[in-house]
């Protein structure tokens, strides 16, 4: 309420805030004037229940709905084509109180990597459509990241060309203008430009046009005149696009040389830095200031220099997440050619830079020394490769685990105090999560798994559910009796608490063991499952569908378990069942045995008799 205050201008208008929690709710929760509805999931959390994650959803759920009340109540939507004035305005407005109260650069990760896994392969798929669709079948399916997410980049994109001044200005204006009014898309952009003079014509494309655009950027250095030129074309989309593109150029030395906010309007426009005392590594799209995809062709020097020393911290995080791509996409050549795997001689060692010289914020180191997930990987792959990816990042990993070993574990014990009494501070979140990280990394030498797992499992077991976990999940894909004892231990702890059971339920569903699928059929029959409850079915089935190496066996028994799953549920759920069933609707990106078998378990979903509009809508589409 005081962000709000501060940041809008925006006062609560009634004398009490009501809320109800409810455990059987499809959504996370529902902004009803007078009486938001929360899902227990994101409302319920205490130090031995829930994670430091978990904390900083749950306010940022509260955040989301409290906000609401400006930003979707007071003005609303004139019709659901509009429903992005309200989601994508309160997702941008979450987000941003989320970065203030936490860290900026770690909260700027989490937002970009939600959206190049779940928006990014939406705008590529068979149910891509603009941030203000045109169309629908199902109501229900229209509550897409693309509404959400990039409806949120697309607030923060007209932010940053109009600056922060006059961002507030416009909003502020649009408050004042529509108060208890249901609008339209174009009165917000309207204001911003009544506001600041700004055109935004062409911006409004953004609404408009499907798909992600992709930025091709080449560039040139003059020594004599000592003019460096950046030339930028965008592809992927019928009409050219307005995009501010944040450009910051390095020396060398890793020294700063140049920074700017660029407007990319054209299909082609080249611009001119001037005075460059030396030919420059260019820091594209800092803080990631447009929702696209930007191919340059960077160097693994160049990468290194911009994951060791870039000013823009979430470049600094990007350039590591590229290199390491970069790395991983070579070897994943070489072990689909059958040759040995070899890392190339600088990757320890940017990874041992970084954790050596970088202190500044243990959150964000923790996610510097993160590799890509397998999903993101798979993203970057014409034709998928499964048992490809997770064999080379997995070989990385176990590099990583052993070159670093040494470093990581003096790290985790600097960090590590288990008499700390449990605090929730962005310092003491930290400390957690970087030593989670370094955990993760050490149990893959099994006498890590006697001497830290344990131990940090009994001592955190009922009082800090981040470190319980940390353990867990260090132990998840490690074949070993500790890893069943351990989880058995949890959950006779905490077999009564419905939300931790979930947690327990996920963490075997995301195991990259063989033996997942068995297990995951095998707790649909536990008394801990229940098909008709929302989060148990998220818990478990959710959590399986995004396993890629288990749902993506090629077999294809995950796909057809998940739709003889999904064939239950649409009698029980029909808008939980349309969501369930969306990691299968990408069928293409796969080899063809699995495309085949993709197909076959769509195919069987499309011929049930009385199949929901919700499900219909989706698989019909997926299937067209």
């Known amino acids: 309420m005081a962000w709000d205050e501060k940041v809008y201008g925006r006062e609560y208008d009634l004398d009490i805030y009501m809320i109800v929690a409810v455990s059987d709710f499809n959504m996370g929760a529902m902004e009803n004037k007078g009486l938001n509805i929360f899902n227990t999931k994101y409302i319920l959390a205490a130090a031995e229940t829930a994670t430091d994650q978990d904390f900083i959803h749950v306010e940022s759920v509260i955040a989301h709905e409290y906000f609401h009340n400006w ?70 399916n229209f509550y897409t990241a693309t509404v959400y997410n990039k409806g949120a980049e697309v607030i923060r994109m007209q932010k940053t060309l109009l600056g922060d001044k006059d961002f507030y200005a416009g909003m502020n204006l649009y408050f004042k203008n529509y108060d208890g009014q249901a609008v339209t898309i174009e009165e917000f952009v309207k204001s911003m430009e009544q506001a600041s003079s700004k ?65 990319l309007k054209k299909i082609s426009q080249t611009f001119t830095f001037k005075n460059i005392a030396e030919k420059p590594v260019p820091s594209l799209l800092r803080n990631f200031s447009a929702p696209v995809k930007i191919v340059y062709n960077y160097s693994d020097a160049d990468l290194q220099l911009l994951f060791a020393h870039d000013a823009d911290e979430f470049n600094r995080w990007e350039a590591g997440q590229k290199y390491a791509v970069n790395v991983i ?49 798979a993203e970057q792959m014409q034709v998928v490769d499964v048992d490809a990816i997770h064999a080379v990042r997995k070989f990385l990993i176990q590099e990583i685990a052993c070159e670093l070993q040494s470093l990581l ?29 370094c955990l993760f ?75 997942t699928l068995s297990r995951v059929k095998k707790l649909t029959q536990h008394p801990a499952f229940d098909i008709k409850n929302p989060n148990k079915v998220y818990a478990l089935l959710g959590a399986f569908g995004q396993n890629q190496i288990c749902f993506h066996a090629v077999s294809g028994e995950g796909y057809q378990f998940l739709a003889d799953t999904v064939k239950q549920l649409d009698k029980l759920n029909p808008s939980l069942s349309a969501r369930m069933v969306r990691p299968l609707i990408s069928w293409r990106r796969y080899d063809q045995k699995r495309q085949a078998l993709m197909q076959q378990a769509l195919a069987s979903l499309a011929e049930q008799k009385n199949i929901s509009k919700d499900l219909y809508e989706i698989v019909n589409k997926s299937l067209s």
Request: glycine letters at 4%; one cysteine or more; a negative charge.
């Open 441 to 515: 990394y050490l149990a893959k030498n099994p006498e890590m798994i006697e001497k830290l797992c344990l131990p940090q499992f009994k001592q955190a077991l009922g009082k800090n559910m981040t470190d319980t976990l940390g353990s867990l999940n260090a132990l998840l894909n490690i074949d070993c009796r500790e890893r069943d004892a351990t989880l058995d231990e949890f959950y006779l702890i905490f077999k009564e608490d419905a939300l931790v059971i979930d947690k327990w339920l996920a963490l075997q569903a995301a195991s990259a063991l063989p033996s």
């Open 71 to 140: 930003s979707g109540n007071r003005i609303t939507c004139r019709d659901w084509f509009q429903l992005s004035l309200k989601e994508g305005l309160t997702i941008f407005r979450d987000q941003s109180f989320t970065a203030d109260t936490t860290s900026k650069t770690v909260a700027r990760i989490h937002d970009v990597n939600y959206l190049r896994n779940a928006q990014f392969p939406e705008d590529a798929g068979p149910l891509s459509h603009p941030v203000r669709p045109e169309s629908y079948i199902e109501i229900n």
């Open 199 to 263: 055109d935004l014509q062409q911006f409004r494309l953004w609404y408009s046009q499907a798909g992600t655009p992709v930025l091709l950027v080449e560039d040139s250095y003059d020594p004599k005149s000592k003019e460096y030129l950046l030339t930028i074309k965008q592809q992927g989309m019928q009409k050219p696009m307005h995009i501010p593109v944040r450009v910051g150029l390095l020396g060398h030395q890793g020294h700063e040389l140049a920074h700017e906010l660029l407007e």
């Open 409 to 437: 574990l003096d790290i985790y014990q600097k960090n590590y105090d288990n008499a700390e009494s449990f605090q929730f501070n962005m310092e003491a979140v930290g400390r957690r999560e970087l030593r989670n990280r």
């Open 329 to 377: 996409l070579r070897l994943i050549a070489c072990y689909q050619q059958g040759k040995p795997l070899e890392l190339p001689r600088g990757f320890i060692a940017a990874y041992e830079y970084v954790l050596t010289h970088y202190q500044k914020d243990k959150l964000l180191l923790t996610e510097l020394i993160a590799l890509p997930s397998e999903k993101y990987i």
